[in-house]
């Protein structure tokens, strides 16, 4: 079996982490799969972005493990709390 990298066992670990930090929140997983999927085509010989995703990924882990988050809405969208009420007239 071929050894990994570092930088791929960091990958790895941070991707269960987030598996494992997404339990019981509804929708979560799924995201987080489709995070790393579409990031898994990048060469490994560009580390430099690697490591930036990997240090993204811990920031996010960190918000992900907070209890308060309970749903998942992407940045800068404003989840609507109440319908939209126009006023009249």
């Known amino acids: 079996m071929a050894r990994h990298s570092q930088l791929q ?8 982490q987030c598996l494992r930090a997404a339990q019981g929140k509804p929708g979560f997983a799924p995201r987080v799969r489709e995070e ?11 580390v ?3 490591e930036h995703l990997l240090r ?4 996010q882990l960190e918000q992900l493990r907070d209890a308060l988050v309970l749903d998942l809405w992407p940045a800068g969208h404003v989840q609507p709390t109440a319908p939209f ?3 009249t007239g």
């Open 48 to 50: 430099l972005r690697i």
């Open 56 to 59: 993204r990924g811990q920031r």
């Open 9 to 16: 066992r960091e990958v790895l670990s941070l991707y269960k």
């Open 85 to 87: 009420a126009h006023p």
């Open 36 to 46: 790393f999927r579409r990031n898994a085509a990048l060469p490994a010989s560009d």
